[in-house]
């Protein structure tokens, strides 16, 4: 590997900033350096963690194809006995397409920080509209991703990750999806959904209906002109009575929808079909998806018959199912333009938009990169995120910053080597007409900046200005702690209730507090029992009841709170046996929670948590209120025994 460091003096035709915070520590070793093939093999050998994501391996093997690897910053992480914490996706793309590229290489990284690697927020290609400044990038994402599906004919039939590269080129052949949008929004009140509205709006438009589109959607607002027969009034009917139904569902302790948003879609379709062609309707129109067939084999007199039958959601074939589950197409609809890609390879062509900022970066090269440790103070993140240095970013999230926060208040915060990067020398000052530009690390700055802690982080300078479009793309880890004896996911999510409970939080309060690694771990480990009720939670009497994380929780907080009424009540609930009361709180809660599975229909996380609590503080006080009476009662019936055999 050659290499190459820069000093950590600043440039001697700058003067210095005063009070930089600038902090050098020898034992950590950050170097800009040239990784080949041979070395990236040597390098996988040592893998702390070498599982392989193939999508993001193959999407980076194609970029240094291209020879459009960008410096971006990221280090590869090696620990100090020299294993690989971090870097596998990028050296297994650098193995694959025999190229070097030049990356950040960060030595002697203390190995207790895995967990903290890639627990940022990830970015989305809504970042990157949020960055280029385009109105309702979030809506313009959701549209162009349920598009993208429909167009691959994968709706409802298989989860298809989209590319930014596609999303790019989609967005730059179909001018038509900001129209869609804005026509939507002046419809917001309408009672079509928010999400199949656009699409609706989209695929008119490219049909050339723009008239028709605007009556339609007047007619499913309260201020609609037309008869009772108009195909868009029958269909603004229906989706009253789905609301309704809905409604209804959750008065009656359910939760999800009637519909769902891609069904509403296709009925909207089949309606505006209809009102287009003229039609009168007596009654709203009907879809239902086509899972297909699929074959089963039956005895009849000794005899085994193979035999097709419809399939159904829970058993259908994600390849043979019709496309888009047979949603019907809208009447002159051609199609989305640059939609289409073969959603069975790893991953898209490199195209668009981002592919040539990305590859003007790479031509530029890494330049005088550095990376060096700082003291980074709240006065030094404010000024970091002012709006001149901080400029074309995507949103920031509250939760996320709170979080940061939080772990630095309570001494938790572990440096993990992944630096903040600026466009150039942020410790130095700048003459006029030189652009500094913070590139990564809002997130952290503004926890800075709120906690009021200085905390030590490498930054990153000199870095190419096309390197924002790459970060945070590759899926975010999962803390991993459980052993063999627990799902790792299910633990996370009971010990997101154990936090709750923990700092007084209500439980059902939603998922509107965002946990870090370190969190989460402190949690695991001061409640080791949440591991051991695992195994309990994914009983078969225990699933009908509620999720696994919900349960495991659940289970470890009897335990702990009544240790003398657990294995029962715990047993009550699991079998329906031995509840001989009809006012037994056990057995009311097993009528109410059975009638349910956990899922899209069924009931939430924060009913099911709701319910559960509910009925175990009332099982508590019937128990102990039983057993406070018991002595009354035994003495009754003995007075009452005594007075029977006076009479004899």
């Not at 159904?312 to 949603?327: Q, V």
Request: hydrophobic fraction near 35%.
């Amino acid at each position: 590997m050659s290499s190459s460091k820069k000093p950590g003096t600043a440039s001697k035709s700058r003067k210095k900033a005063p009070e930089t915070g600038r902090a050098f520590d020898a034992e950590r070793d950050f170097s800009i350096e040239t990784i080949t093939p041979e070395d990236a093999k040597a390098l996988l050998e040592t893998a702390v963690n070498p599982h392989e994501d193939e999508r993001a391996i193959e999407t980076y093997a194609q970029v240094m194809e291209a020879d459009s690897w960008v410096m971006n910053g990221q280090p590869i992480i090696i620990d100090e006995e020299g294993k690989l914490l971090d870097g596998v996706q990028r050296l297994n793309a650098c193995v694959r397409s025999r190229k070097p590229f030049t990356t950040v290489v960060a030595r002697n990284v203390h190995s207790d920080i895995l967990h903290t690697i890639d627990q940022h927020r990830r970015r989305n290609y809504q970042g990157v509209l949020e960055a280029r400044g385009v109105e309702d990038s979030g809506t313009i994402q959701r549209l162009m991703s349920k598009l993208i599906r429909i167009e691959n004919g994968v709706l409802g039939k298989e989860a298809v990750s989209i590319s930014w590269s596609r999303f790019d080129r989609v967005l730059a052949a179909n001018p038509e999806l900001h129209e869609a949008v804005k026509v939507s929004n002046r419809f917001s009140k309408a009672m079509l959904h928010s999400t199949p509205r656009p699409v609706l709006c989209f695929m008119a438009l490219r049909a050339g209906k723009e008239d028709e589109l605007e009556n339609f959607l007047q007619q499913l607002t309260y201020h609609h002109t037309e008869g009772l027969d108009s195909p868009a009034r029958m269909f603004g009917i229906q989706l009253g009575m789905w609301q309704e139904a809905s409604k209804e569902a959750r008065r009656m302790g359910r939760s999800g929808n009637v519909q769902n948003v891609d069904s509403v879609l296709a009925h909207a379709i089949l309606h505006f079909n209809a009102y287009c062609r003229g039609e009168k309707l007596a009654a709203p129109l009907s879809w239902t998806p086509d899972y297909g067939s699929r074959e089963i084999t039956r005895t009849l007199n000794g005899k085994e018959k193979t035999e097709k039958v419809p399939a159904t959601e829970a058993d259908f074939d994600r390849k043979a199912a019709p496309a888009n589950l047979g949603m019907p197409v809208m009447d002159g609809y051609p199609g989305l333009r640059e939609g289409r890609f073969d959603p069975s390879q790893p991953t898209d062509d490199l195209k668009g938009e981002l592919a040539d900022i990305v590859h003007t970066g790479a031509e530029r090269g890494a330049g005088e990169a550095f990376v060096t440790m700082v003291t980074v103070t709240p006065d030094m993140a404010t000024h970091w995120l002012s709006s001149k240095i901080n400029r074309k970013n995507r949103k920031t999230q509250k939760n996320h910053v709170n979080a940061i926060a939080r772990d630095i208040k309570a001494g938790n915060w572990m440096m993990n080597a992944q630096p903040i990067c600026f466009t150039s020398d942020p410790l130095v000052e700048h003459e006029a007409g030189e652009e500094l530009r913070l590139l990564n690390g809002q997130h952290r700055l503004l926890a800075i900046r709120d906690a009021g802690i200085p905390i030590e982080l490498p930054i990153a300078g000199n870095i190419p200005e096309e390197a924002f479009a790459t970060f945070d793309t590759h899926a975010k880890r999962t803390v991993r702690r459980s052993g063999p004896k627990a799902d790792d996911r299910v633990l996370i999510a009971a010990a997101r209730f154990q936090f709750k409970e923990d700092n007084q939080i209500p439980l059902s309060s939603g998922n509107t507090m965002t946990l870090t690694s370190s969190e989460l771990i402190k949690v695991l480990e001061e409640h080791p029992g949440l591991a051991d009720n695992f195994a309990h939670s994914r009983k078969v009497g225990m699933q009908q009841l509620g999720s696994a994380g919900v349960m495991t929780y659940f289970i470890y907080r009897v335990k702990r709170e009544r240790p003398d009424l657990a294995d029962e009540f715990l047993s009550k609930i699991e079998s329906g046996l031995n509840i001989t009361e009809s006012q037994d709180p056990a057995g009311k809660l097993r009528r109410e929670l059975a009638k349910t599975t956990p899922g899209s229909r069924g009931r939430t996380r924060k009913e099911q948590i709701e319910a559960l609590i509910s009925h175990w503080n009332a099982y508590t006080r019937w128990a102990d209120n039983k057993k406070a009476k018991a002595p009354a009662a035994k003495k009754a019936a003995k007075e009452d025994e005594e007075v029977q055999d006076n009479l004899f």
